[in-house]
């Protein structure tokens, strides 16, 4: 009898794949590749479709961002990294990193408003700083992102910000 | 195979007996829904046919674009029974792809694995049950991810782009999958 239970063994058996857990370990798994991919800052409109996956994940399993620091110390850097390169080189901002930016402090507001874990009052002041240099860029050159972007999403943006770090 | 010829397009009688089948139907004063219900079965098989033949089809878009017009006018129920078999045809296809490395071939794949996720995503969305019922003695979207993985990091950004909407998209069916086990733990212990 034993015997024919091994022979009949079926991966697709609900008793042999019923895995409890099924977004954490997919979520592990992937969330090196995505970091991975957010690297390459060049592909900003990639790095947008990354952060928008991080958002679903969040808004599905907040801890998981939460949990080994995984946004402050893995996603928020490479934000900076970006934000950091355009303030050195004096870059303006394209619709691309507009749309980044409007992603990111969304995805932000979610995090640090997550009421079961609060975030440290280190990453918050590091977020706040990081947030008023795109907002004194936006500002600096508010005629020109007005004109050539979209005054709507400046704008939204920047309303985005203010309640963030308010 | 048996249903296309050597130049790869579907064999005449093939058509001639599903457009028999099809008039028949009308005659019977059936709904389009109806329509496309009775004929799930053809429909898909013809895009699984497509896909396993993509070499030998001129327009390599056209399986994708039958998914798309099928989606448009099927009930969920029309496809979702058929999702598992489908999947797993699809991978079948996509690991000869990735050991022939056809040109376009891959990228077709991804675009029916994304148009399929955001169905079920869609569809869990409407009517959880309907798909958790179907997809809960399978692995599949495992399985889909792991093929999809390797083009997250890909040089090319269409593949890159597809391959995280797909990611993203299967987010909330495998959430839901993991409230039904919690429920369903709950009850026993």
Known sequence: ?166 | MENFSSSGHLKKVTIHSALISFLVDINEAKTVAELISVHSSNIIQNITQKIGHLSLIRNKNSPFRMLVAFLEMALPQDFVRFVPSFVRSLNKFTDQYYLEDTTGSIEVALKLYLRTSEFLRQTIEADEKLVLDTLKTSNLLRQMLMRIKPFILSSDKKMSFYSIQILRSTFPVLASTLICDIIAANVIF
């Open chain 1, 1 to 166: 009898m034993e015997r024919e239970e091994v022979i009949n063994f079926s991966t697709e058996d609900p008793e042999n794949v019923n895995i409890p857990e099924s977004l954490a370990p997919i979520a592990w798994e992937f969330f090196e590749t995505l970091t991975y991919r957010m690297k390459k800052i060049e592909a900003v409109s990639l790095i947008t479709e990354c952060l928008k996956t991080l958002a679903v994940l969040n808004s599905l399993r907040p801890d998981f961002l939460h949990n080994q620091r995984r946004l402050e110390e893995k996603v928020f850097p490479l934000l900076q990294k970006l934000i950091d390169s355009k303030r050195r080189n004096e870059d303006l901002y394209s619709l691309a990193d507009i749309r980044l930016l409007t992603e990111a402090t969304d995805l932000l507001k979610a995090f640090v408003t997550y009421k079961e874990r609060p975030v440290k009052e280190d990453f918050k002041g590091l977020m706040n700083r990081t947030l008023s240099t795109i907002t004194e860029e936006l500002k600096r050159n508010q005629e020109h992102y007005e004109k050539q972007i979209s005054g709507e999403l400046v704008k939204s943006l920047l309303e985005k910000i203010e309640q963030l770090t308010s």
